[in-house]
């Protein structure tokens, strides 16, 4: 069975240009989470979609990211623009929903710079 | 959601037992204790949990006394792979479909051959 898969590895960006994150969650898989370590910092949540819709979004910085589900499938993370306080590690997870305990599997992430 | 202290790092040898304890006073009744790690240039991964006494698995073992308000992660003779980072997390370990981990900053553990 495959894993999370993150698109791209690594992305370098000068300010104020877009950049898109993509995540593939694991086949099935309702829940799917976003999260980034900026540099020196812990791990922080920053959505949660249940199928295609925001189930949390309350650790989204600001307006300039925008996270879609289009089809309960993948999902994307745009930045627009981009701020240097953005450069960091995006990463994202994966869970069922299910009775019991609902492990999130995470992707191998993002890692995002902005010159 | 309850806050966790542990060592920000740990070194040992390869063959050694490690033990990592994790401190959280402020646990909640309904709140489970759940490790997960982080090898570097990847995303975190489950590895165990718990929410009292023992609980052993293939990769590690989770002691959790009667208070709860701590737990120790145990790696059996660890070898150079088992260098990561090990995150201890308190909360509902889950079972709500709507749980966002909450990270500390985690324990490095450095394994020396």
């Known amino acids: 069975e495959a894993g999370v898969t993150q698109f791209p590895s690594h992305s370098v960006i000068e300010k104020g240009q877009t950049v898109t994150l993509r995540c593939d969650p694991i086949?099935?898989?309702?829940?799917l989470y976003w999260y980034r370590r900026v540099m020196g910092k812990e791990i922080k949540f920053l959505l949660h979609?249940?199928?295609?819709?925001?189930?949390?979004e309350s650790g989204m910085p600001n307006n300039r990211f925008l996270a879609e589900r289009t089809g309960g499938t993948y999902s994307t993370l745009k930045v627009q623009p981009a701020e240097l306080e953005d450069s960091g590690v995006y990463f994202c997870?994966?869970?069922?929903?299910?009775?019991?305990?609902?492990?999130?599997?995470f992707g191998p992430g993002t890692r995002l710079t902005v010159l | 959601l309850a806050k966790t202290t542990q060592p920000i790092s740990m070194d040992s040898y390869e063959g050694q037992e490690v033990n990592i304890t994790c401190s959280h006073n402020?646990?909640?009744?309904?709140?489970?204790i759940t490790w997960y790690q982080q090898f570097p240039s990847q995303g975190p991964r489950f590895i165990i949990q718990?929410?009292?006494t023992k609980v052993t698995n293939e990769v590690a073992s989770l002691f959790i006394p009667a208070d709860r308000k701590s737990s120790t992660l145990s790696l059996p003779r660890v070898s150079l792979s088992d260098t990561a980072v090990y995150y201890c997390?308190?909360?509902?370990?889950?079972?709500?479909?709507?749980?966002?981990?909450?990270f500390g900053s985690g324990t490095r553990l450095s394994i020396r051959p």
């Open positions: 997870a994966s869970s069922q929903n299910r009775g019991g305990y609902n492990e999130q599997f």
């Open positions: 086949s099935g898989h309702d829940n």
């Open positions: 979609f249940v199928k295609e819709s925001k189930q949390d």
């Open positions: 402020n646990i909640a009744t309904n709140d489970y």
């Open positions: 718990g929410y009292k």
């Open positions: 997390l308190v909360g509902d370990g889950g079972y709500s479909s709507a749980s966002k981990i909450i």
